[in-house]
């Protein structure tokens, strides 16, 4: 089939061939956290733009693990060139804002479906306002986190790419809606995933609370910073079930 893009992902000749299965995360520390419960050691196996890519196996699944990364744009160039690379089932590790009061830091949401708030979800049309994960990594989340005994939540993710527009008509607009979080990332990397037929899920941790209307910020807290580790800590078991 011809495509009908100009610029394409591509595999480079340098690039190292990757299994069906990869871990995207979002930031920095959580990429460290990750690397230490699979026991991936070493140099990175290669980059994706600036973001390190590294390769292990965990029980009997290969795994690539690829961040940090940050927007729905740059999500997007990882997650399209993981594809190429060879992934077919991607989960997804990152952090939210809660916008419903029983939502708070430090819990655990898993998203069920997204709400399109960034710019470039627009570009891969799949005819869908709420574009959602797949259910067999949704569920194979569900299923680990219930196995360890991790309490979450599942509703619908906001993305935008606006987080200090945050209004108090859109937190509202998204209350009324069910939505449950705000993140960067996620309503991107469901469409693409859908659009290119690849399997994808995601796992979050609530960073701050903003659903009061006024901002609670717990990026420092000492419960966030163990719901990180816990929820790291759990991503292996998840691959072996992907």
């Known amino acids: 089939m011809m ?39 070493g140099r990175a196996a290669g980059r994706i733009l600036t973001s390190r890519l ?6 009997h699944q290969e795994i690539a693990l690829v961040g940090p990364m940050l927007g729905a744009p740059y999500a997007v160039m990882i997650l399209e060139k993981l ?10 590790f990152g952090w939210c804002g809660s916008i ?12 069920d479906r997204a709400v399109i708030g960034e710019g470039t979800s627009v570009y891969y049309p799949i005819n869908n306002e709420y574009p959602c994960p797949s259910n067999g990594i949704t569920n194979a989340i569900e299923e680990s986190l219930e196995q360890s005994s991790i309490p979450f939540h599942k509703g619908p993710v906001w993305s935008t790419d606006a987080p200090y527009r945050e209004t108090t008509q859109k937190v509202l607009l998204h209350q ?18 859908g659009f290119r037929q690849v399997e994808i899920g995601a796992l979050l941790v609530v960073s701050d609370e ?15 910073n163990r719901s ?12 072996q079930k992907l």
Do not use: H, Q
Not at 176 to 193: H, N, R
Not at 210 to 220: T, Y
């Open 54 to 59: 590294y390769r292990g196996t965990y029980g």
């Open 83 to 92: 594809i190429v690379l060879g992934a077919k089932r991607i989960l997804f």
């Open 228 to 239: 990180r580790k816990i929820a790291a800590e759990v991503i292996p078991a998840i691959c």
């Open 176 to 193: 009324s809606m069910g939505v449950l979080g705000v993140d960067m990332e996620l309503s991107a990397l469901f469409t693409v995933a």
């Open 100 to 111: 419903r009061e029983k939502v708070r830091i430090a819990d655990i949401v898993v998203p």
């Open 210 to 224: 903003i659903g009061s209307l006024r901002w609670k910020p717990g990026f420092s807290s000492s419960k966030f």
């Open 3 to 41: 495509r009908d893009e100009i610029v394409y992902p591509r595999k480079g000749k340098n690039d190292p061939s990757i299994g069906p299965v990869a871990v995207m995360v979002a930031m920095e520390k959580d990429l460290a956290l990750i690397r230490r419960s699979m026991g991936i050691d």
